[in-house]
Nanobody, 119 residues
Framework: QVQLVESGGGLAQPGGSLRLSCAVSGSIRGMTTWNWHRQAPGKQRELVATITSGGFTIAYADSVKGRFTISRDNAKNTVSLQMNNLKPEDTAVYYC????????????WGPGTQVTVSS
């Protein structure tokens, strides 16, 4: 059974930084795409950053481009999101997600971690 657990959320001041990590347990086989999503109160969940298993494709939402960096550590089986120059509008619950394709498509989500940016 694949499980994802996020950590590293919390309170940050505008202009500050946080690093989110997503720990993965269980066996994952197939082509994978790792994503960070976020959902602010009263808003739809949005895709923030994505990285393929080989790191060949990395993409960011325009709202975080140049401030956030997604990375994958295959040895530690983690996916991270480095968030710099945080803004109040980055406040949201952040979710780690993986899409796996091997003859069929499966998808797994973490429970989420709260990020609050406020002075």
């Amino acid at each position: 059974q694949v499980q994802l657990v996020e950590s590293g959320g919390g309170l940050a001041q505008p202009g500050g930084s946080l690093r989110l990590s997503c720990a993965v347990s269980g066996s994952i086989r197939g082509m994978t795409t790792w994503n960070w999503h976020r959902q602010a109160p009263g808003k739809q969940r949005e895709l923030v950053a994505t990285i393929t298993s080989g790191g060949f494709t990395i993409a960011y939402a325009d709202s975080v481009k140049g401030r956030f960096t997604i990375s994958r550590d295959n040895a530690k089986n983690t996916v991270s999101l480095q968030m710099n120059n945080l803004k109040p509008e980055d406040t949201a619950v952040y979710y780690c997600n993986v899409q796996v394709v091997l003859f069929r498509k499966d998808e797994y989500w973490g429970p989420g971690t709260q990020v609050t940016v406020s002075s």
